[in-house]
């Protein structure tokens, strides 16, 4: 099924060269390795699955409500726009908001299942070059979810969005080994799993969205353990210079994030006034707190990788997110992957519970 005649826009050129930067390193070090790395990665291996599998691809799916939100979330909910529109009207703007929130995991995915293979081009070390190639598979499981979401349940699909693109390339095109980790671990993985996780806990109990998000958010737990303990390593070791380099890019990139990952196209797809709209995003209580929930991975994370500089701290401050450093981010991660277990355990007692039910059906008709 080609997802072409499902954009809302077809992208031009339709696929694309990112220019990559970097040497590929070999290491003829076959030691064990660090034991977090190494541990990470025996996780990785064990916590592989099939996407054809773990999700009950059968659940139907409404489209114009894919993830089964309630309307207090929808970016106009309240607006002039919203309360204008009647309710084919609101339908059509729920398919969208979500379809366009969809598209950008999507595409994010596939942006992270590149830079995890470039990682494993370009690290130094073959126990982070293990992990990493884990990842690569994780990605493109979730690429594969993701796309399958968009094309079969919603059949609507939005292009990347041209801030996340830029940064993408700013990430692939920088010779240092370690912004791919940066770039994609700890600020694009960060912002979509605090994003995964409020739609996760929104979306409807039982809902297909609300599997697929779950078990996604799994994965990106260990990714983004990584990426914390490799950059934590080697930016202990950096010059001055250097660390301020990185803080550099932290805050131009969160600031990229929070101000234009907003959603801008649908409002002109849906034809509606995108100056109107993007200043009531800007103002309404509800999204400014949605825009500061998305940084509560990103920011504690800068921090114990030691990424805190007074520049850091001043645009967190800035930003109304600085207290977030305090998060217990290891606690986070853990009811993450707890989460996707509850949901392995809910689904294989309602599976032995429709098999006992055959089972008396069947013994009751050979009565």
């Not at 791919?180 to 994003?195: D, K």
């Not at 990714?223 to 950096?238: C, M, N, P, Q, T």
Request: net charge negative; with cysteine; aromatic share 10%.
């Amino acid at each position: 099924m080609s997802t072409k005649p499902m954009y809302t826009e077809v992208p031009s050129p339709y696929s694309r060269a990112v220019p990559s930067a970097g040497d590929a390193r070999f290491t003829w070090e076959y030691d064990d390795g660090r034991a977090r790395l190494l541990s990470l990665y025996q996780k990785g291996k064990d916590k592989q699955w099939d996407a054809a599998s773990r999700i009950d691809w059968s659940q139907d799916v409404d489209p114009f409500n894919p993830i089964g939100l309630p309307d207090e979330v929808m970016p106009l909910f309240g607006s002039p726009m919203w309360e204008a529109a009647d309710e084919a009207r609101r339908a059509e703007m729920r398919q969208h908001f979500q379809a366009w929130q969809f598209s950008q995991f999507l595409h994010g995915e596939q942006g992270a299942m590149v830079c995890a293979a470039k990682i494993v081009e370009v690290v130094p070390d073959l126990d982070a070059k293990f992990y990493a190639a884990t990842q690569t598979m994780d990605e493109a499981r979730h690429v594969e979810t993701f796309g399958r979401f968009l094309q079969e349940k919603v059949g609507l699909v939005y292009p990347i969005n041209p801030h996340l693109s830029s940064l993408l390339d700013d990430t692939l095109s920088d010779s240092r080994w370690d912004m791919p980790y940066l770039g994609m671990q700890v600020l694009i993985e960060g912002l979509a799993l605090a994003a995964f996780g409020v739609q996760r806990d929104l979306a409807a109990p039982g809902s297909l969205a609300k599997h697929v998000l779950a078990y996604v958010m799994q994965d990106e737990a260990r990714h983004v353990a990584f990426g914390r303990i490799s950059l934590k390593d080697y930016y202990a070791e950096l010059s001055d210079a250097e660390r301020a380099e990185r803080e550099e890019f932290v805050v131009d990139a969160c600031y990229l994030m929070r101000d234009r990952f907003r959603g801008d196209e649908t409002f002109e797809t849906l034809g509606l006034d995108v100056k109107a709209c993007t200043d009531w995003v800007e103002s309404a209580p509800m999204m400014a707190q949605f825009r500061a929930h998305l940084f509560s991975r990103i920011v504690p994370i800068v921090k114990d990788i030691g990424l805190w500089g007074p520049k850091v701290r001043r645009a967190f401050a800035d930003m109304g997110v600085l207290d977030m450093a305090g998060f217990d981010i290891d606690a986070m991660m853990q009811a993450d992957e707890d989460h996707a277990a509850a949901l392995d355990r809910a689904r294989g007692e309602m599976t032995r519970r429709v098999a006992e039910v055959d089972e008396v059906i069947a013994a009751g008709a050979d009565a």
